[in-house]
Each structure stands twice: as C-alpha cells, then as structure tokens.
C-alpha cells in the first residue's frame, strides 16, 4: 500500500502542529485501506529541538495520543519535494509556505481546516499566549478537521481506483 505523507504546519512547532502530527496519525490507525507517514515542521526557528508546549501534550494525553517524543524543527524546501501535502494551521502559516514553494514542487500546499463541511473551522488559531482550554479547544478542532481531512484522502483514494 503506497504511503501518503503528510506535513502538518504551524509557526513554533510546539503547540498545533505536533498536536495535528498526532491526532491524524492515531485517527488513521482505524483507517482500514489508508497508510499515512505523518510529520510536522514549523515555518519559524524559534523552537527547534524543543518537546511540544507541555500544555500540547496534556491535552492529546486526555485523549490518548502521546506527542512527547517529537522536537521541534522548521520547515526546508526538501520538504516541498518529500511530502505529499503540506497542511497550514492558519492563513498566515499558509502563505509564508506558498512564498516559499519551489516551482517543481507537487506537494498540495493547503489549509488544514479547508476539507472541514463547517467554513468556520477553517483556521486553527494560535493557542500559545492563551490559557489551557485554548488548548483544549485547538485539540477539539483538529480532531474534527483530521476526521473531515481523513475522509476527504480515503474518498480520494477510491476515485483514483474506479478511475
Ligand atoms: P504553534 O504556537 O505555532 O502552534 O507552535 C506557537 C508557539 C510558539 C510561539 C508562537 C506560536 N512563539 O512565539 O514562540
């Protein structure tokens, strides 16, 4: 089964993209028929080496997903070569990486919350200057968007096979 590899994206690294790195790996687990090799980047420097923000970590352990193993790092222009996707957090994550783009690049540059029905989730917003239920409301967010995202990959996926 071909992988479909994914690069989650936020501004440190430490709070949303380390967190959507592992809500969409676990979410896909249950996905019979979907291979998924999940990483994150940040589009800045500011944390790189760093563990998640602890407050990222206890709120995906609430529910299981442990994302302590991670560091921190930024976003390279291989990595525009080397993923199939690359999914922004929000719209200013999302245009400093069209910036960057190389021309030969095929990766999807997208927004992560754009495949979710509901328009109003379309960014997932900075959590790291708020209190923890920001925390717990990024965690809420991403796991409805990874189910919406999930769905959209699996119904691509079988077009590409009826085709
Ligand atoms: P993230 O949150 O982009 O979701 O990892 C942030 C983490 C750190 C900073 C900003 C946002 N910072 O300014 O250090």
Redesign the pocket.
């Known amino acids: 089964m071909k992988k479909v590899k994914i690069l989650t994206v936020?501004?440190?690294?430490?709070?949303?993209?380390?967190a959507a790195q592992g809500i969409l790996q676990s979410t896909a687990e249950s996905c019979k028929g979907l291979a998924l090799e999940v990483d994150s980047a940040?589009t800045?420097a500011?944390?790189i080496g760093h563990s998640p923000?602890s407050r990222s970590i206890q709120v995906l352990s609430e529910v299981g997903v442990d994302i302590s193993g991670q560091h921190?790092r930024q976003i390279s222009l291989e990595d525009f070569e080397c993923f199939d996707w690359i999914l922004a957090?929000d719209a200013e994550?999302l245009s400093n990486l069209q910036k960057i783009q190389p021309e030969c690049s095929k990766a999807k540059v997208v927004l992560f919350g754009q495949y979710c029905p509901d328009v109003t989730f379309g960014e997932v917003q900075?959590?790291?200057?708020g209190e923890q239920d920001g925390f717990i409301k990024m965690r809420d967010k991403l796991q409805v968007i990874a189910e919406s995202f999930i769905h959209h990959l699996m119904s691509s996926e079988q077009d590409l096979h009826r085709s």
């Open positions: 936020c501004l440190g690294n430490i709070c949303r993209s380390p940040g800045a500011y944390h923000d921190a957090m994550n900075d959590p790291y200057y």
